[in-house]
């Protein structure tokens, strides 16, 4: 067959021309060939502790982020295919934490370490691996509900563990598909956490989908719960709407009160979420606002 007849049989869809781009379906196959080799390489490598001096492994790859797109929010009231413990002493947090936690070690003994800091809908883990460097002996964990987001994080952390094992970066940090909206008292106990960040949640814009936002009168009390007096629940936005609807909750909460502005512009966590989450750079290019509201754990009700 000539190039002419090749070129007309493409036009009527008999013959693919040479150097023509992927169809949909080409590029649907490349997509689920690469969600597969990754699973596979997350299955052999998750509680792997990298060695710093073992230069015979190939670097592993960061995580190509536009094989893993999934629809920007789900439904917390989903019936979702979830692991939880019962409780909090009956989670194993040594597959999470491998170079930090030993597998016998127990949430319950006095002195074992523990998760500090979380980020509840953590997204692609922006703020995560920026506080893995400003907190370096703290466990930091990013809870999240969509399932390909919270394996491009979990391969993301894989990533950068290998690549900086000789500094032993990275080890501090993990991701967990949970729905933070029913089950955070069966992963964390009373007042063990320091730090809850809220960054860019659903804003569920109508009347009739309020009651799953993140920040309710109910949830207030959870995460009231959850914080250790003195520790901090971060907020961000660009819906102001969303945004009064969170400081309205909390500030309604006895055991909240309202840090001022003068302490957000000195806080390092706040520059951090201003900056390096991936929703807070959208914002950015697009010239949006960003409205923040942090609040401290009070020791007793005021």
């Not at 394996?151 to 094992?165: C, G, N, P, S, T």
Request: one cysteine or more; glycine letters at 6%; hydrophobic letters at 35%.
């Amino acid at each position: 067959m000539t190039d002419d007849q090749t070129s007309q049989s493409a036009q009527l869809g008999t013959v693919e021309p040479k150097g023509l781009t992927p169809g949909p379906t080409s590029n649907k196959r490349k997509r689920a060939d690469y969600r597969q080799s990754q699973q596979q390489k997350r299955q052999e490598l998750k509680t792997v502790v990298f060695e710093g001096n073992d230069d015979s492994q190939d670097k592993i790859k960061l995580p190509k982020k536009k094989y893993y797109r999934q629809r920007a929010h789900s439904n917390p009231f989903s019936d979702h295919l979830l692991e939880y413990p019962i409780g909090p002493s009956h989670m194993d947090w040594h597959k999470l934490y491998p170079a930090l936690i030993p597998p016998e070690a127990e949430t319950s003994i006095d002195g074992a370490k523990q998760v500090e800091i979380v980020d509840i809908g953590c997204g692609f883990g922006g703020l995560l691996v920026s506080l893995s460097t400003e907190f370096p002996d703290k466990l930091i964990l990013g809870m999240e509900i969509r399932v390909q987001v919270s394996h491009y994080v979990e391969d993301r952390i894989i990533a950068l563990r290998q690549q900086h094992a000789p500094e032993g970066k990275y080890n501090n940090i993990a991701v967990l598909r949970a729905n933070a909206m029913k089950f955070l008292p069966n992963f964390f106990k009373k007042g063990q956490l320091s730090k809850m960040f809220f960054c860019f949640p659903d804003p569920h814009f109508k009347i009739r989908k309020h009651k799953a936002r993140i920040v309710t009168s109910t949830l207030a009390s959870e995460y009231a719960y959850l914080l250790r007096p003195g520790g901090i629940i971060y907020t961000i936005t660009d819906v102001h709407d969303l945004h009064q609807w969170m400081v309205r909750h909390l500030e309604a909460h006895a055991l909240f009160r309202r840090l001022p502005k003068a302490w957000e512009d000195e806080d390092p966590c706040v520059k951090i979420m201003l900056k390096d989450t991936e929703e807070g750079k959208k914002v950015e290019r697009n010239n949006g606002d960003k409205w923040v509201a942090c609040f401290v754990r009070l020791d007793h009700p005021e």
